[in-house]
T-cell receptor
Framework: EAQVTQNPRYLITVTGKKLTVTCSQN?????MSWYRQDPGLGLRQIYY???????DKGDVPEGYKVSRKEKRNFPLILESPSPNQTSLYFC?????????????FGSGTRLTVV | GENVEQHPSTLSVQEGDSAVIKCTYS??????FPWYKQELGKRPQLIID?????DKRQGQRVTVLLNKTVKHLSLQIAATQPGDSAVYFC??????????FGAGTRLAVHP
């Protein structure tokens, strides 16, 4: 089944403790992206990747890192989480080299930083 | 910068009535406009999309209209059902390697 898999689904952590949210897709998509969803703000892009070893900042990249060492995986790294990073996170992938063919979203990761 | 305004933020309709959600986008170079439905606790899912070479597209009970002149986009859901209750997002895609989403419309369909 074609899908985008995120882990974990729920995570509660403390300020400053490094964490990684994993994202993997099995559709051989070149384009992958991370969004955060906050009430009243919709979905805002954090980082995106056009292909292996090609990543770039979105609208809200501060406090986040990503890597794209292989096509299927696109982990989101929070080196020193802070409470303002409490949010619902979605990984997404798209065929071809851009989002112009629609996203397939992962199931989401609800992160709470205390 | 690029921006998508979506309204209303909440919409309540009776089962069987139509629901209309509207968006205004800012980037005249945008060429792809998807609509996503997000049920409570679930991921956004694509329900219909339209490209800039079209002004109307219809799916099953959903119709999207695009007016490029005034940069308006709308989604109509006909004959609403309780299962249509969800948050709906419009989005635009231009040459910026991302989809820019509206803030969402929470639709409630009452039996």
């Amino acid at each position: 089944e074609a899908q985008v898999t995120q882990n974990p689904r729920y995570l509660i952590t403390v300020t400053g403790k490094k964490l990684t949210v994993t994202c993997s897709q099995n559709m051989n998509h070149e384009y992958m992206s991370w969004y955060r969803q906050d009430p009243g703000l919709g979905l805002r892009q954090i980082y995106y990747s056009m292909n292996v070893e090609v990543t770039d900042k979105g609208d809200v990249p501060e406090g986040y890192k990503v890597s794209r060492k292989e096509k299927r995986n696109f982990p989101l790294i929070l080196e020193s989480p802070s409470p303002n990073q409490t949010s619902l996170y979605f990984c997404a992938s798209s065929q071809r080299t851009g989002p112009d063919y629609g996203y397939t979203f992962g199931s989401g990761t609800r992160l709470t930083v205390v | 910068g690029e921006n998508v305004e979506q309204h209303p933020s909440t919409l309540s309709v009776q089962e069987g009535d139509s629901a209309v959600i509207k968006c205004t986008y800012s980037d005249s170079a945008s060429n792809y406009f998807p609509w996503y439905k997000q049920e409570l606790g679930k991921r956004p899912q694509l329900i219909i999309d339209i490209r800039s070479n079209m002004d109307k597209r219809q799916g099953q009970r959903v119709t999207v209209l695009l007016n490029k002149t005034v940069k308006h986009l709308s989604l109509q859901i006909a004959a609403t059902q309780p299962g249509d209750s969800a948050v709906y997002f419009c989005a635009e895609s231009g040459g910026y390697n991302k989809l820019i989403f509206g803030a969402g419309t929470r639709l409630a369909v009452h039996p």
